[in-house]
């Protein structure tokens, strides 16, 4: 075992170091869910994707460097302790592009992938229905084939980016006599297609984050279905380990938070507090418990860890992102409830036990499929 | 970059699990806790015939010089398999300090596992565990190494534990040199000990997970209940993200990196947190059949409860990681 990193590493560090130092912008983008947020914001991907690193991991063709794990963790962690602004297509690079590689042709690879890592097509995800939570296979929004492809009709909600984006991608009920996980499709459609309409929906924090989709007859051609009809929920699983694990959550968002909480620490503790000093400690100790597990799965041969073990990642990040803000959060004293990064770090990190799973779904997949107790009867 | 146990490491936990699932500790428990450690003494001297002895000691006093990464993970099964006995002062602290000082004359001895050591370090290590089974007890305080002579002993919360205050005896060596070595020695031994607990804790979640398998209550196995479930998943979420903290620590203090008191105090919490978090969980899975001592339950939950204050407190550790962070060693 050893920690070094190698020349090539070093190098790649140094290389997106030394970019993002030059380009990330002064102050923060304004907020994605405005029209001048969202251009700033694609126009940042456009810059990224420019100079090869908005997807440093992808294979060359489709935009990317071929980069190992590791590498894209050094990236990540450069680019949260560089302040990078967030990345408004996250859905389509984190979670579609993965599935893309799992399950999709060639012809969706070289249509989808190359538009997506310059953001030319930002990415909504559309999984949740207002029957269909924690109970995904619970959906029932349709679809029926039509010539040349699909229809769908029925609601989506809770889909992230949205407001903001151009295309979507999500589950749909293709054969409504098959049982609940089957006859269901993983279909791409578009956002400004007839009859679609999307309704903002304010946040826990004000900003417009996420929506529902109303759709009425919306018309999928057969190209933009992803994997097998009547396979969604496979190919939707594969997708949700990236959800749940590093690719949403990087290690390296944590390690700069736990910095910037050790200096709020040091500016603005209470030397005698050791209370609340060990709080400041143990979002450290999480921070770097997450990075070194990062580390570790990056360096693993490929294929051996289980599936579900993205699971124990979920719950472990989204409950340190809570814990490390909340601890920020009591440092600024009377100041926290005024706005500021904190207080927004906060309110975001409130709904990490909630999206991806919920941290009880999760906590039950560790147990059945982890650690192999017996099945809850359902 | 390369944080993965290689095949002769996996080996070697391996083998030293197959020993000591082979030797009944229980009875070996049982045994040393009544009075009687010779059994145990026997299976220390099998593990001796694997290396573990000898992992901390220089080749030419019959040692492996072994990286600390190999220590912890025979820490871990010795944890994981509750050898009773002064682990993490004969294995790692007493070996280290010895070596370092160059008072090289019982090392042969230590490595062969004809003598087990013990050592009293105050304040972090007030009290010397098992005085009375070691064949060397040392008093390393501040600038001086001098053997330890036991004078009051103490019942520990672990049956199979005794504890001895010291009384200073022969001088063996003073100066800086032995308050480094002194400090080296005991991130070792904080070190083995953080590795002991998460074998440990690992050991209850196991157990923990059989028995909800099979104890049935209300015409099912009681692990079909969320709340069992839900318990069991945090245990794993805490053990799964305290070893890369453990391992971290093990490179750290092998490559002397400028970070390595700070890595090992992070492990030292992290594995003192996820094992007592396992032994609250075993304890309420099992019921009252945890709580006597008849079953494995006890005996790990005690041994964990002792080891936890041992070798710093975590209130220590945590003190030690902010002086670290305020320093700028924030990596």
């Keep these: 075992m050893n920690l070094d990193l190698d020349g090539a590493a070093r190098t ?9 130092a030059a380009n990330v912008p002064p102050g923060p983008l304004p907020p994605v869910d405005t029209p001048e947020g969202n251009a700033a914001h694609r126009a940042w991907e456009r810059k990224l994707a420019q100079a090869g690193l908005s997807v440093v991991a992808w294979p060359a063709e489709y935009g990317g460097r071929d980069a190992s794990a590791l590498h894209r963790l050094l990236f990540e962690e450069e680019y949260h302790a560089a302040g990078g602004p967030v990345r408004i297509n996250q859905n389509g690079l984190f979670l579609l592009a993965p599935t893309l590689f799992t399950h999709g042709t060639a012809a969706q690879r070289d249509r989808l992938l190359p538009r997506m890592a310059r953001s030319d097509d930002v990415w909504a995800q559309a999984w949740s229905e207002p029957g269909a939570g924690s109970d995904l296979a619970a959906i029932r929004s349709r679809a029926v084939p039509t010539d040349g492809g699909w229809l769908l009709s029925g609601q989506k909600t809770w889909s992230s980016r949205a407001c903001c984006a151009d295309r979507a991608f999500g589950l749909f009920r293709t054969d409504p006599a098959a049982g609940p996980h089957r006859g269901l499709t993983y279909l791409l459609f578009d956002l400004r297609a007839d009859g679609v309409t999307v309704r903002p929906i304010r946040q826990l924090g004000g900003d417009n984050g996420f929506a529902e989709i109303f759709l009425d007859g919306v018309f999928v051609p057969d190209c933009d279905v992803l994997g097998e009809v009547g396979a969604g929920w496979r190919v939707a699983m594969s997708t949700a380990g990236h959800e749940r694990g590093i690719s949403l959550r990087s290690p390296g968002r944590f390690s700069a938070a736990a910095r910037r909480l050790v200096d709020l620490w040091q500016k603005a503790g209470d030397p005698a507090d050791g209370a609340l000093r060990d709080r400041v400690v143990d979002a450290w100790i999480a921070a770097q418990a997450y990075r070194l597990h990062g580390f570790a799965a990056a360096g693993a041969p490929p294929g051996q860890a289980s599936p579900f073990a993205a699971s124990l990642t979920k719950v472990f990040w989204s ?24 207080l927004a770090g906060y309110l975001f990190a409130l709904a990490g036990p909630i999206y991806a799973g919920t941290n009880e779904i999760q906590r039950t997949v560790i147990a059945e499929r982890l650690l192999g107790l017996p099945r809850e009867p359902r | 970059m390369n944080l993965a146990a290689s095949p002769e490491q996996r080996q070697f936990a391996g083998a030293i699990g ?69 682990v993490a002062e004969s294995i ?45 007890v040392l008093l390393a305080d501040g600038e001086e190494l001098r053997l330890g002579v036991p004078e009051n002993e103490w019942p520990s919360v672990d049956e199979t534990r005794r504890v001895f205050g010291l009384r200073a005896g022969a001088l063996l060596a003073s100066g800086p040199a032995v308050a480094h070595a002194r400090a080296r020695a005991l991130d070792l031994g904080a070190l083995a000990c953080a590795a002991q607990l998460l074998g440990a804790g690992h050991a209850l979640l196991d157990t923990s997970v059989r028995y909800a398998g099979q104890r049935v209550q209300f015409g099912r196995a009681i692990g079909q209940f969320q709340a069992v479930k839900h318990r069991l998943a945090d245990v794993a979420i805490g053990l799964e993200f305290a070893r890369p903290l453990l391992y971290a620590a093990a490179v750290a203090l092998g490559g002397d990196a400028a970070t390595a008191g700070r890595d090992t105090s992070a492990a030292k919490v992290a594995c003192a947190e996820a094992a007592q978090r396992a032994a609250r969980a075993a304890l309420q899975v099992h019921g009252a059949i945890g709580y006597t001592m008849e079953g494995g339950v006890a005996r790990q939950l005690t041994k964990i409860r002792a080891l936890i204050p041992a070798w710093g407190s975590p209130a220590a550790h945590r003190a030690r990681i902010m002086a670290a962070l305020a320093d700028g060693a924030v990596s």
Excluded at chain 2, 100 to 114: D, K, M, V
Aim: charged share 15%; glycine share 10%; aromatic share 6%.
């Design chain 1, 12 to 20: 790649f560090q140094a290389e997106v170091r030394g970019w993002l």
């Design chain 2, 18 to 86: 197959d020993l000591l699932a082979a030797s009944d500790l229980t009875a070996v428990n049982r045994d040393w806790a009544a009075g009687n450690p010779a059994p145990g003494l026997a299976v220390w001297r099998r593990l001796a015939g694997l290396g573990v002895t000898a992992l901390a000691i220089p080749p030419n006093f019959g040692g492996l010089a072994a990286d600390p990464v190999d220590l912890v993970i025979a820490c871990e099964a010795l944890g994981y398999h509750a050898l009773p006995g002064p």
């Design chain 1, 319 to 342: 409950e340190l992102d809570i814990a490390l803000h909340e601890t920020a959060l009591e440092l600024l004293g009377p100041q926290a409830e005024l706005p500021g990064d904190w």
């Design chain 2, 92 to 136: 790692a602290a007493v070996p280290t300090l010895l070596s370092r000082l160059g008072s090289t004359e019982r090392l042969p001895e230590l490595a062969a596992g004809a003598t087990i050591a013990t050592l009293g370090a105050p304040p972090q290590l007030p009290y010397a565990a098992d005085a009375d089974v070691a064949g060397l």
